[in-house]
Protein backbone atom coordinates (compact mmCIF):
# COMPACT_ATOMS: atom_id res chain seq x y z
CA UNK A 1 0.00 0.00 0.00
CA UNK A 2 3.06 2.47 0.88
CA UNK A 3 4.64 1.62 -2.24
CA UNK A 4 1.18 2.01 -4.34
CA UNK A 5 0.95 5.96 -2.22
CA UNK A 6 4.42 6.57 -3.08
CA UNK A 7 3.91 6.09 -6.93
CA UNK A 8 0.79 7.90 -6.63
CA UNK A 9 2.31 10.77 -5.28
CA UNK A 10 5.57 10.88 -7.11
CA UNK A 11 2.67 10.84 -10.31
CA UNK A 12 0.17 12.93 -9.19
CA UNK A 13 0.89 15.74 -12.18
CA UNK A 14 0.08 12.85 -14.53
CA UNK A 15 -2.96 11.74 -12.99
CA UNK A 16 -4.33 15.17 -12.45
CA UNK A 17 -3.85 16.16 -16.30
CA UNK A 18 -5.67 13.30 -16.79
CA UNK A 19 -8.29 13.12 -14.53
CA UNK A 20 -9.33 16.90 -14.18
CA UNK A 21 -10.63 17.32 -18.13
CA UNK A 22 -12.70 14.30 -17.56
CA UNK A 23 -14.13 15.30 -14.16
CA UNK A 24 -15.28 18.79 -15.60
CA UNK A 25 -16.75 17.07 -18.76
CA UNK A 26 -20.03 17.14 -17.05
CA UNK A 27 -20.25 20.60 -17.30
CA UNK A 28 -20.47 20.29 -21.15
CA UNK A 29 -23.16 17.72 -21.07
CA UNK A 30 -25.53 19.38 -19.09
CA UNK A 31 -25.27 23.01 -20.02
CA UNK A 32 -24.40 22.91 -23.95
CA UNK A 33 -24.10 26.35 -24.15
CA UNK A 34 -20.90 28.61 -25.73
CA UNK A 35 -20.70 30.36 -22.18
CA UNK A 36 -19.91 27.00 -20.40
CA UNK A 37 -17.56 25.38 -22.83
CA UNK A 38 -15.50 29.18 -21.59
CA UNK A 39 -16.37 28.44 -18.39
CA UNK A 40 -14.69 25.07 -19.27
CA UNK A 41 -11.53 26.18 -20.23
CA UNK A 42 -11.04 28.88 -17.70
CA UNK A 43 -11.73 26.39 -14.33
CA UNK A 44 -9.69 24.27 -15.89
CA UNK A 45 -6.79 26.18 -16.92
CA UNK A 46 -7.15 28.36 -13.57
CA UNK A 47 -7.17 24.50 -11.53
CA UNK A 48 -3.84 23.59 -13.52
CA UNK A 49 -2.33 27.07 -12.25
CA UNK A 50 -2.99 26.52 -8.95
CA UNK A 51 -1.93 22.70 -8.82
CA UNK A 52 1.17 23.26 -10.92
CA UNK A 53 0.17 20.32 -13.10
CA UNK A 54 1.88 22.14 -15.83
CA UNK A 55 4.11 25.29 -16.07
CA UNK A 56 2.43 28.28 -16.05
CA UNK A 57 3.44 29.29 -19.50
CA UNK A 58 2.35 26.20 -21.17
CA UNK A 59 -0.67 26.33 -19.07
CA UNK A 60 -2.01 29.49 -20.87
CA UNK A 61 -1.31 28.20 -24.19
CA UNK A 62 -4.46 26.14 -23.66
CA UNK A 63 -7.01 28.78 -25.72
CA UNK A 64 -4.68 28.43 -28.43
CA UNK A 65 -6.41 24.75 -28.81
CA UNK A 66 -9.24 24.61 -26.89
CA UNK A 67 -11.35 27.63 -28.05
CA UNK A 68 -11.18 26.79 -31.78
CA UNK A 69 -12.18 22.91 -30.82
CA UNK A 70 -15.17 24.47 -28.86
CA UNK A 71 -16.07 27.24 -32.00
CA UNK A 72 -15.61 30.00 -29.02
CA UNK A 73 -13.02 31.53 -31.27
CA UNK A 74 -11.17 31.12 -34.77
CA UNK A 75 -7.34 29.93 -34.54
CA UNK A 76 -6.62 33.33 -35.99
CA UNK A 77 -8.40 35.54 -33.65
CA UNK A 78 -6.82 33.81 -30.63
CA UNK A 79 -2.83 33.65 -31.35
CA UNK A 80 -3.50 37.30 -32.47
CA UNK A 81 -3.85 37.99 -28.27
CA UNK A 82 -0.64 36.60 -27.50
CA UNK A 83 1.14 39.63 -28.60
CA UNK A 84 -0.13 42.64 -28.00
CA UNK A 85 0.54 46.29 -27.45
CA UNK A 86 1.11 45.29 -23.67
CA UNK A 87 3.46 42.63 -24.83
CA UNK A 88 5.65 44.74 -26.43
CA UNK A 89 5.75 47.14 -23.39
CA UNK A 90 6.91 44.10 -21.24
CA UNK A 91 9.34 43.14 -23.41
CA UNK A 92 10.71 46.52 -23.89
CA UNK A 93 10.73 47.54 -20.55
CA UNK A 94 12.47 44.08 -20.13
CA UNK A 95 15.23 45.10 -22.05
CA UNK A 96 16.15 47.99 -20.27
CA UNK A 97 16.37 46.28 -17.32
CA UNK A 98 18.53 43.65 -18.03
CA UNK A 99 20.81 46.45 -19.75
CA UNK A 100 20.57 48.04 -16.41
CA UNK A 101 21.49 44.53 -14.97
CA UNK A 102 24.28 44.10 -17.45
CA UNK A 103 25.75 47.19 -16.62
CA UNK A 104 25.91 46.49 -12.68
CA UNK A 105 24.12 50.23 -12.56
CA UNK A 106 21.59 48.65 -10.18
CA UNK A 107 24.38 47.46 -7.71
CA UNK A 108 25.64 51.17 -7.67
CA UNK A 109 22.58 52.62 -6.87
CA UNK A 110 22.17 50.59 -4.19
CA UNK A 111 25.56 50.91 -2.30
CA UNK A 112 25.25 54.45 -2.91
CA UNK A 113 21.57 54.56 -1.05
CA UNK A 114 23.31 52.88 1.69
CA UNK A 115 26.45 54.65 2.03
CA UNK A 116 23.72 57.94 2.83
CA UNK A 117 21.88 55.74 5.08
CA UNK A 118 24.47 53.85 7.24
CA UNK A 119 23.86 50.73 9.25
CA UNK A 120 22.21 51.46 12.32
CA UNK A 121 19.39 49.06 12.45
CA UNK A 122 16.31 51.06 11.66
CA UNK A 123 18.17 53.12 9.02
CA UNK A 124 19.61 50.08 7.72
CA UNK A 125 16.44 48.50 7.09
CA UNK A 126 15.03 51.64 5.85
CA UNK A 127 18.15 51.42 3.27
CA UNK A 128 17.81 48.28 2.23
CA UNK A 129 13.14 48.72 1.60
CA UNK A 130 14.15 52.01 -0.27
CA UNK A 131 17.06 50.93 -2.43
CA UNK A 132 15.01 47.43 -3.36
CA UNK A 133 11.39 49.13 -4.22
CA UNK A 134 13.35 51.39 -6.37
CA UNK A 135 15.04 49.18 -8.61
CA UNK A 136 11.75 46.95 -8.77
CA UNK A 137 9.51 49.47 -10.07
CA UNK A 138 12.06 48.82 -12.95
CA UNK A 139 13.67 46.04 -13.54
CA UNK A 140 12.00 42.40 -11.97
CA UNK A 141 11.34 41.80 -8.71
CA UNK A 142 12.96 38.27 -8.45
CA UNK A 143 16.15 39.51 -9.72
CA UNK A 144 16.15 42.86 -7.61
CA UNK A 145 15.63 40.46 -4.52
CA UNK A 146 18.34 37.86 -5.77
CA UNK A 147 20.88 40.78 -5.80
CA UNK A 148 20.06 42.90 -2.49
CA UNK A 149 19.70 39.67 0.04
CA UNK A 150 23.40 38.96 -0.39
CA UNK A 151 24.18 42.34 0.37
CA UNK A 152 22.31 42.49 3.50
CA UNK A 153 23.73 39.41 4.64
CA UNK A 154 27.15 40.04 4.36
CA UNK A 155 26.52 43.62 6.17
CA UNK A 156 24.67 41.59 8.93
CA UNK A 157 27.50 39.17 8.82
CA UNK A 158 30.18 41.42 9.55
CA UNK A 159 28.00 43.76 12.83
CA UNK A 160 27.55 40.15 13.78
CA UNK A 161 31.00 39.48 13.89
CA UNK A 162 32.28 42.69 14.80
CA UNK A 163 30.17 42.25 17.51
CA UNK A 164 31.20 39.12 19.07
CA UNK A 165 35.31 40.50 18.27
CA UNK A 166 34.31 43.16 20.39
CA UNK A 167 32.63 40.85 23.32
CA UNK A 168 35.78 38.43 23.14
CA UNK A 169 38.43 41.66 23.38
CA UNK A 170 35.86 42.78 26.39
CA UNK A 171 36.56 39.19 28.24
CA UNK A 172 39.74 38.86 27.58
CA UNK A 173 40.43 42.04 29.68
CA UNK A 174 38.18 40.78 32.29
CA UNK A 175 40.44 37.37 32.53
CA UNK A 176 43.64 39.58 32.61
CA UNK A 177 42.24 41.99 35.76
CA UNK A 178 41.16 38.83 37.94
CA UNK A 179 44.27 37.15 37.52
CA UNK A 180 46.35 39.93 38.52
CA UNK A 181 43.70 40.62 41.26
CA UNK A 182 44.72 37.10 42.84
CA UNK A 183 48.05 37.49 42.17
CA UNK A 184 47.92 40.88 44.54
CA UNK A 185 46.43 39.28 47.09
CA UNK A 186 48.34 39.63 51.00
CA UNK A 187 51.36 38.12 52.08
CA UNK A 188 49.61 36.50 54.95
CA UNK A 189 50.00 32.89 54.84
CA UNK A 190 46.52 31.74 56.30
CA UNK A 191 45.60 28.99 54.24
CA UNK A 192 41.97 28.95 55.04
CA UNK A 193 41.78 33.23 53.46
CA UNK A 194 43.69 31.25 50.52
CA UNK A 195 41.65 28.49 50.08
CA UNK A 196 38.73 30.69 50.56
CA UNK A 197 39.74 33.34 47.89
CA UNK A 198 40.43 30.53 45.99
CA UNK A 199 37.15 29.11 46.44
CA UNK A 200 35.20 32.36 45.94
CA UNK A 201 37.59 32.62 42.12
CA UNK A 202 36.63 29.89 41.02
CA UNK A 203 33.05 30.77 41.97
CA UNK A 204 33.47 34.15 40.02
CA UNK A 205 34.98 32.11 37.18
CA UNK A 206 31.87 29.98 36.41
CA UNK A 207 29.48 32.59 37.14
CA UNK A 208 31.14 34.57 34.37
CA UNK A 209 31.25 31.79 32.16
CA UNK A 210 27.48 31.25 32.43
CA UNK A 211 27.40 35.23 31.91
CA UNK A 212 29.52 34.94 28.92
CA UNK A 213 27.57 32.20 27.19
CA UNK A 214 24.39 33.82 28.47
CA UNK A 215 25.82 36.74 26.45
CA UNK A 216 26.88 34.75 23.24
CA UNK A 217 23.21 33.33 22.82
CA UNK A 218 21.65 36.78 23.39
CA UNK A 219 23.50 37.92 20.88
CA UNK A 220 23.05 35.04 17.97
CA UNK A 221 19.18 35.16 18.92
CA UNK A 222 19.63 39.36 18.28
CA UNK A 223 21.67 38.48 15.15
CA UNK A 224 19.11 35.63 13.69
CA UNK A 225 16.21 37.59 14.32
CA UNK A 226 17.80 40.76 12.70
CA UNK A 227 18.32 38.49 9.88
CA UNK A 228 15.13 37.59 9.66
CA UNK A 229 13.83 41.21 9.23
CA UNK A 230 16.41 42.29 6.98
CA UNK A 231 15.34 39.36 4.52
CA UNK A 232 11.51 40.21 5.12
CA UNK A 233 12.14 43.43 4.67
CA UNK A 234 13.88 43.61 1.38
CA UNK A 235 11.58 40.69 -0.14
CA UNK A 236 8.29 42.47 0.78
CA UNK A 237 9.94 45.81 -0.61
CA UNK A 238 10.50 43.74 -4.18
CA UNK A 239 6.65 43.19 -4.00
CA UNK A 240 5.75 46.65 -2.94
CA UNK A 241 8.19 48.55 -5.60
CA UNK A 242 7.02 46.81 -8.38
CA UNK A 243 3.50 48.54 -8.13
CA UNK A 244 4.57 52.05 -8.66
CA UNK A 245 4.97 51.95 -11.92
CA UNK A 246 3.11 50.08 -14.69
CA UNK A 247 5.79 47.87 -16.41
CA UNK A 248 7.02 47.48 -12.29
CA UNK A 249 4.82 44.20 -12.42
CA UNK A 250 3.13 41.88 -14.64
CA UNK A 251 -0.39 42.27 -12.87
CA UNK A 252 0.01 46.22 -13.91
CA UNK A 253 0.60 45.29 -17.44
CA UNK A 254 -2.25 42.41 -17.30
CA UNK A 255 -4.72 45.26 -15.96
CA UNK A 256 -3.31 47.50 -18.90
CA UNK A 257 -4.37 44.73 -21.55
CA UNK A 258 -7.29 43.87 -20.12
CA UNK A 259 -8.67 47.87 -19.59
CA UNK A 260 -7.59 47.47 -23.62
CA UNK A 261 -9.21 44.12 -24.94
CA UNK A 262 -12.48 44.86 -23.03
CA UNK A 263 -12.41 48.73 -23.40
CA UNK A 264 -11.06 50.23 -26.93
CA UNK A 265 -13.06 53.59 -26.40
CA UNK A 266 -11.69 54.14 -23.21
CA UNK A 267 -9.19 57.04 -24.52
CA UNK A 268 -5.97 55.31 -22.70
CA UNK A 269 -7.26 56.34 -19.33
CA UNK A 270 -4.86 54.25 -17.77
CA UNK A 271 -1.09 55.10 -19.09
CA UNK A 272 2.54 55.76 -17.72
CA UNK A 273 1.64 58.98 -16.61
CA UNK A 274 -1.54 58.45 -15.10
CA UNK A 275 -0.97 54.52 -13.31
CA UNK A 276 2.46 56.82 -11.57
CA UNK A 277 0.67 59.12 -10.12
CA UNK A 278 -2.08 56.66 -8.14
CA UNK A 279 0.26 54.06 -7.44
CA UNK A 280 4.10 55.70 -6.60
CA UNK A 281 2.37 57.58 -3.35
CA UNK A 282 0.49 54.04 -2.64
CA UNK A 283 3.71 52.39 -2.84
CA UNK A 284 5.39 54.89 -0.32
CA UNK A 285 2.59 55.14 2.00
CA UNK A 286 2.46 50.60 2.30
CA UNK A 287 6.54 50.75 2.15
CA UNK A 288 6.81 53.02 5.21
CA UNK A 289 4.13 51.02 7.21
CA UNK A 290 5.57 47.96 6.12
CA UNK A 291 8.78 49.34 7.30
CA UNK A 292 7.35 50.31 10.63
CA UNK A 293 5.89 47.10 11.66
CA UNK A 294 8.69 45.48 10.52
CA UNK A 295 10.91 47.51 12.80
CA UNK A 296 8.13 46.85 15.71
CA UNK A 297 8.15 42.69 15.01
CA UNK A 298 12.09 42.41 14.80
CA UNK A 299 13.39 45.10 16.56
CA UNK A 300 11.46 45.88 19.27
CA UNK A 301 9.49 49.30 20.26
CA UNK A 302 12.88 50.83 21.81
CA UNK A 303 12.90 52.90 18.45
CA UNK A 304 15.89 55.48 20.37
CA UNK A 305 18.00 52.30 19.90
CA UNK A 306 16.73 51.39 16.94
CA UNK A 307 17.72 54.41 15.42
CA UNK A 308 21.59 54.06 17.59
CA UNK A 309 20.77 56.41 19.52
CA UNK A 310 22.52 56.57 23.04
CA UNK A 311 25.19 53.52 22.08
CA UNK A 312 28.00 52.52 23.32
CA UNK A 313 31.57 53.02 22.08
CA UNK A 314 31.59 48.95 21.45
CA UNK A 315 28.72 49.20 19.16
CA UNK A 316 29.89 52.50 17.45
CA UNK A 317 32.68 50.29 16.49
CA UNK A 318 30.80 47.00 15.05
CA UNK A 319 28.90 49.58 13.19
CA UNK A 320 32.06 51.52 11.75
CA UNK A 321 33.16 48.01 10.75
CA UNK A 322 30.23 46.42 8.74
CA UNK A 323 29.56 50.26 7.01
CA UNK A 324 33.16 49.89 5.78
CA UNK A 325 32.09 46.51 3.99
CA UNK A 326 29.55 48.79 1.66
CA UNK A 327 32.66 51.36 1.37
CA UNK A 328 34.68 48.76 0.05
CA UNK A 329 32.20 47.35 -2.08
CA UNK A 330 31.57 50.58 -3.38
CA UNK A 331 35.07 50.90 -4.00
CA UNK A 332 35.52 47.77 -6.36
CA UNK A 333 32.94 49.20 -8.62
CA UNK A 334 35.22 52.16 -9.44
CA UNK A 335 33.92 55.35 -11.16
CA UNK A 336 31.22 55.41 -13.76
CA UNK A 337 32.17 53.60 -17.24
CA UNK A 338 31.14 55.40 -20.04
CA UNK A 339 28.51 52.61 -20.51
CA UNK A 340 26.50 52.92 -16.99
CA UNK A 341 27.05 56.65 -17.98
CA UNK A 342 25.18 55.72 -21.34
CA UNK A 343 22.52 53.44 -19.91
CA UNK A 344 21.57 55.69 -16.94
CA UNK A 345 20.93 58.77 -19.88
CA UNK A 346 18.69 56.08 -22.10
CA UNK A 347 16.63 55.33 -18.91
CA UNK A 348 16.22 59.01 -17.64
CA UNK A 349 15.15 59.66 -21.00
CA UNK A 350 13.00 56.80 -21.21
CA UNK A 351 11.17 57.58 -18.26
CA UNK A 352 10.42 61.58 -19.57
CA UNK A 353 9.08 60.18 -22.73
CA UNK A 354 6.72 58.12 -20.59
CA UNK A 355 5.67 60.82 -18.66
CA UNK A 356 5.14 63.29 -21.51
CA UNK A 357 3.34 61.30 -23.91
CA UNK A 358 0.46 61.91 -22.76
CA UNK A 359 -0.11 62.84 -18.83
CA UNK A 360 -3.83 63.72 -19.14
CA UNK A 361 -3.64 67.03 -17.20
CA UNK A 362 -1.87 68.81 -19.68
CA UNK A 363 -1.18 68.35 -23.72
CA UNK A 364 1.62 65.83 -24.33
CA UNK A 365 4.50 65.62 -27.00
CA UNK A 366 1.93 62.71 -28.77
CA UNK A 367 -0.98 64.04 -27.85
CA UNK A 368 -1.62 66.06 -31.21
CA UNK A 369 1.06 64.64 -33.25
CA UNK A 370 0.25 61.07 -33.04
CA UNK A 371 -3.35 61.57 -33.05
CA UNK A 372 -5.72 60.52 -35.62
CA UNK A 373 -9.64 60.40 -35.22
CA UNK A 374 -8.94 60.08 -31.39
CA UNK A 375 -7.25 57.43 -31.29
CA UNK A 376 -3.06 57.33 -30.48
CA UNK A 377 -0.72 56.19 -32.57
CA UNK A 378 1.86 56.10 -30.34
CA UNK A 379 1.99 54.14 -26.84
CA UNK A 380 4.07 53.54 -23.85
CA UNK A 381 5.10 50.55 -25.95
CA UNK A 382 6.48 52.81 -28.75
CA UNK A 383 8.72 54.78 -26.64
CA UNK A 384 10.41 51.80 -25.05
CA UNK A 385 10.96 49.64 -28.44
CA UNK A 386 12.65 52.95 -29.15
CA UNK A 387 14.46 53.39 -26.08
CA UNK A 388 15.47 49.56 -26.53
CA UNK A 389 16.63 49.86 -30.39
CA UNK A 390 19.03 52.56 -29.32
CA UNK A 391 20.67 50.53 -26.52
CA UNK A 392 21.51 47.78 -29.80
CA UNK A 393 22.98 50.94 -31.64
CA UNK A 394 25.17 52.86 -28.52
CA UNK A 395 28.52 51.63 -28.16
CA UNK A 396 29.23 50.20 -24.56
CA UNK A 397 32.81 51.85 -24.55
CA UNK A 398 33.83 55.31 -26.16
CA UNK A 399 35.68 54.60 -29.61
CA UNK A 400 39.22 54.70 -29.73
CA UNK A 401 39.28 57.48 -32.27
CA UNK A 402 37.16 59.86 -30.25
CA UNK A 403 39.32 59.53 -27.52
CA UNK A 404 42.41 62.24 -27.19
CA UNK A 405 44.88 60.02 -25.58
CA UNK A 406 44.48 57.22 -27.66
CA UNK A 407 47.63 55.20 -28.84
CA UNK A 408 49.12 56.33 -32.01
CA UNK A 409 48.74 52.94 -33.38
CA UNK A 410 46.44 51.11 -31.44
CA UNK A 411 44.33 48.18 -33.25
CA UNK A 412 41.21 48.67 -34.46
CA UNK A 413 38.29 47.28 -32.25
CA UNK A 414 34.70 47.01 -32.87
CA UNK A 415 33.39 47.87 -29.95
CA UNK A 416 30.31 45.95 -28.62
CA UNK A 417 26.50 47.68 -28.14
CA UNK A 418 25.42 48.49 -24.50
CA UNK A 419 23.00 45.48 -25.17
CA UNK A 420 22.94 42.08 -27.26
CA UNK A 421 20.75 39.61 -27.87
CA UNK A 422 22.76 36.69 -26.52
CA UNK A 423 22.48 38.81 -23.35
CA UNK A 424 18.38 39.48 -23.57
CA UNK A 425 17.78 35.69 -24.60
CA UNK A 426 19.61 34.41 -21.83
CA UNK A 427 17.48 37.13 -18.93
CA UNK A 428 14.47 37.18 -21.18
CA UNK A 429 11.51 35.48 -19.28
CA UNK A 430 9.80 34.56 -21.83
CA UNK A 431 7.63 32.02 -20.19
CA UNK A 432 5.79 35.59 -18.77
CA UNK A 433 5.46 36.66 -22.48
CA UNK A 434 3.25 33.54 -23.18
CA UNK A 435 1.69 33.95 -19.88
CA UNK A 436 0.36 37.29 -20.31
CA UNK A 437 -0.94 36.23 -23.74
CA UNK A 438 -2.95 33.09 -22.11
CA UNK A 439 -4.43 35.92 -20.49
CA UNK A 440 -5.43 38.20 -23.09
CA UNK A 441 -6.74 35.37 -25.00
CA UNK A 442 -9.09 33.91 -22.30
CA UNK A 443 -9.91 37.75 -21.59
CA UNK A 444 -11.15 38.26 -25.28
CA UNK A 445 -13.28 34.28 -25.13
CA UNK A 446 -14.70 35.65 -21.96
CA UNK A 447 -15.83 38.58 -24.30
CA UNK A 448 -16.78 36.56 -27.56
CA UNK A 449 -18.79 33.65 -25.85
CA UNK A 450 -20.82 36.23 -23.45
CA UNK A 451 -19.44 34.83 -20.19
CA UNK A 452 -18.29 37.67 -19.17
CA UNK A 453 -21.83 39.80 -19.33
CA UNK A 454 -23.41 36.58 -17.96
CA UNK A 455 -21.08 36.49 -14.87
CA UNK A 456 -21.31 40.11 -14.52
CA UNK A 457 -25.20 40.02 -14.62
CA UNK A 458 -25.18 37.06 -11.55
CA UNK A 459 -23.10 39.43 -9.45
CA UNK A 460 -25.72 42.25 -10.10
CA UNK A 461 -27.54 41.69 -7.07
CA UNK A 462 -23.79 43.32 -5.00
CA UNK A 463 -25.34 46.30 -6.13
CA UNK A 464 -27.34 46.12 -2.74
CA UNK A 465 -23.77 46.31 -0.92
CA UNK A 466 -22.31 49.74 -0.78
CA UNK A 467 -19.69 50.19 -3.27
CA UNK A 468 -16.75 50.74 -0.62
CA UNK A 469 -17.58 46.95 0.85
CA UNK A 470 -17.27 45.45 -2.73
CA UNK A 471 -14.02 46.60 -2.90
CA UNK A 472 -12.97 45.91 0.57
CA UNK A 473 -14.41 42.51 -0.59
CA UNK A 474 -12.56 42.01 -3.89
CA UNK A 475 -9.33 43.37 -2.22
CA UNK A 476 -9.53 40.69 0.73
CA UNK A 477 -10.57 38.08 -1.81
CA UNK A 478 -7.29 38.61 -4.08
CA UNK A 479 -4.96 39.30 -1.68
CA UNK A 480 -6.20 35.73 -0.07
CA UNK A 481 -5.95 34.12 -3.71
CA UNK A 482 -2.79 35.54 -4.87
CA UNK A 483 -0.86 33.35 -2.07
CA UNK A 484 -1.80 30.55 -3.53
CA UNK A 485 -1.52 30.87 -6.75
CA UNK A 486 0.43 33.79 -9.71
CA UNK A 487 -0.14 36.95 -9.56
CA UNK A 488 -0.31 36.82 -13.18
CA UNK A 489 -3.14 34.24 -13.12
CA UNK A 490 -4.96 35.60 -10.01
CA UNK A 491 -5.75 39.08 -12.49
CA UNK A 492 -6.03 37.61 -15.65
CA UNK A 493 -8.74 35.57 -14.00
CA UNK A 494 -10.56 37.90 -11.68
CA UNK A 495 -10.70 41.17 -13.87
CA UNK A 496 -12.46 40.52 -16.53
CA UNK A 497 -15.62 38.98 -14.17
CA UNK A 498 -15.04 42.26 -12.16
CA UNK A 499 -15.17 44.51 -14.91
CA UNK A 500 -18.52 42.90 -15.85
CA UNK A 501 -19.98 43.02 -12.44
CA UNK A 502 -18.92 46.88 -12.28
CA UNK A 503 -21.04 47.26 -15.92
CA UNK A 504 -24.05 45.39 -14.36
CA UNK A 505 -24.39 47.30 -11.09
CA UNK A 506 -23.41 50.61 -13.22
CA UNK A 507 -19.85 51.61 -11.18
CA UNK A 508 -16.59 52.74 -13.00
CA UNK A 509 -14.79 49.49 -13.90
CA UNK A 510 -11.29 51.20 -12.86
CA UNK A 511 -13.11 51.25 -9.38
CA UNK A 512 -12.77 47.76 -8.74
CA UNK A 513 -9.78 46.79 -11.21
CA UNK A 514 -7.24 49.17 -9.42
CA UNK A 515 -7.71 47.59 -5.56
CA UNK A 516 -7.81 43.99 -7.48
CA UNK A 517 -4.42 44.62 -9.22
CA UNK A 518 -2.20 46.10 -6.94
CA UNK A 519 -3.84 43.40 -4.24
CA UNK A 520 -2.73 40.95 -6.33
CA UNK A 521 1.01 42.20 -5.44
CA UNK A 522 -0.03 41.96 -1.73
CA UNK A 523 1.84 38.08 -1.48
CA UNK A 524 3.31 38.22 2.16
CA UNK A 525 2.61 35.17 3.90
CA UNK A 526 3.94 32.38 2.30
CA UNK A 527 7.40 31.16 0.85
CA UNK A 528 5.75 30.05 -2.44
CA UNK A 529 3.31 32.93 -2.93
CA UNK A 530 6.08 35.15 -4.66
CA UNK A 531 9.29 34.42 -6.18
CA UNK A 532 10.92 36.79 -3.56
CA UNK A 533 9.54 35.46 -0.78
CA UNK A 534 11.22 31.73 -2.02
CA UNK A 535 15.01 33.67 -2.18
CA UNK A 536 14.26 34.95 1.03
CA UNK A 537 13.59 31.74 2.32
CA UNK A 538 16.04 30.08 0.98
CA UNK A 539 18.46 31.42 3.06
CA UNK A 540 17.40 29.15 6.08
CA UNK A 541 16.34 31.67 8.83
CA UNK A 542 13.05 32.13 8.27
CA UNK A 543 10.45 29.56 9.21
CA UNK A 544 7.32 29.66 7.87
CA UNK A 545 5.84 30.47 10.87
CA UNK A 546 7.94 33.88 10.69
CA UNK A 547 6.76 35.19 7.42
CA UNK A 548 3.05 33.94 8.46
CA UNK A 549 2.93 36.38 11.46
CA UNK A 550 4.63 39.26 9.14
CA UNK A 551 2.57 38.84 6.16
CA UNK A 552 -0.86 38.70 7.50
CA UNK A 553 -0.42 42.09 8.94
CA UNK A 554 0.99 43.08 6.46
CA UNK A 555 -1.79 41.68 4.07
CA UNK A 556 -4.66 43.64 6.28
CA UNK A 557 -2.12 47.04 5.88
CA UNK A 558 -2.17 46.55 2.22
CA UNK A 559 -5.63 46.57 1.70
CA UNK A 560 -6.51 49.08 3.91
CA UNK A 561 -3.56 51.17 2.05
CA UNK A 562 -5.37 50.50 -1.35
CA UNK A 563 -8.52 51.39 0.37
CA UNK A 564 -7.27 54.66 0.93
CA UNK A 565 -5.58 55.36 -2.03
CA UNK A 566 -8.78 54.71 -4.13
CA UNK A 567 -11.08 56.65 -2.42
CA UNK A 568 -9.09 60.07 -1.93
CA UNK A 569 -6.89 60.37 -4.80
CA UNK A 570 -7.76 58.02 -6.86
CA UNK A 571 -10.88 59.12 -7.63
CA UNK A 572 -9.87 62.88 -9.38
CA UNK A 573 -7.07 60.86 -11.22
CA UNK A 574 -9.62 58.37 -12.74
CA UNK A 575 -13.24 60.07 -12.34
CA UNK A 576 -13.99 57.34 -10.51
CA UNK A 577 -17.25 59.14 -8.83
CA UNK A 578 -18.96 58.71 -12.50
CA UNK A 579 -20.02 55.68 -14.87
CA UNK A 580 -18.03 56.64 -17.90
CA UNK A 581 -19.25 56.67 -21.46
CA UNK A 582 -16.51 54.18 -22.95
CA UNK A 583 -17.76 51.34 -20.61
CA UNK A 584 -21.57 52.25 -21.13
CA UNK A 585 -21.33 51.87 -24.57
CA UNK A 586 -20.22 48.17 -24.23
CA UNK A 587 -22.74 47.35 -21.44
CA UNK A 588 -25.72 45.57 -21.78
CA UNK A 589 -27.23 47.63 -19.49
CA UNK A 590 -28.18 51.32 -19.59
CA UNK A 591 -26.32 53.69 -16.96
CA UNK A 592 -26.81 57.37 -16.72
Not at 7 to 17: C, Q
Not at 160 to 171: D, F, I, L, V
Not at 553 to 581: D, E, K, Q, R
Request: hydrophobic share 50%; aromatic share 8%.
Amino acid sequence: MTAVLKVTVAHRNYLIALLLPLLLLPLLLVIPTKEARCGYVIILMALFWCMEVLPLAVTALFPVLLFPLMNIMDSTTVCREYLKDTNMLFIGGLMVAIAVEHWNLHKRIALRVLLITGVRPALLIMGFMSVTAFLSMWISNTATTAMMIPIAQAVLQQLHKSEQETSSAGQVAENVNQAFELQEGPDKSDTSQETRKQDNGHVLTVEKEEKREDEQQLQEKKHLTLCKGMSLSVCYAASIGGIATLTGTTPNLVMKGQMDQLFPKNNNVVNFASWFMFAFPTMLLLLVLSWVWLQIMFLGFDFRKNFGCGINAAAKVKQQMAYKIIVDEHKKLGSMKFSEIAVTVLFLLLVVLWFTRDPGFMPGWATNSFNKNGQSYVTDATVVIFISLLMFLIPSEMPMYLCRNRPQQAQLQVVPALLDWKTVTEKMPWNIVILLGGGFALAKGSEESGLSSWLGGELAPLENLSPPAIVLLVCLLVATFTECTSNVATTTLFLPVLASMAQAICLNPLYVMLPCTLSASLAFMLPVATPPNAIAFSYGQLKVIDMAKAGSVLNLVGVLTIMLAIHTWGFPLFNLNHFPVWANSSSPASCN
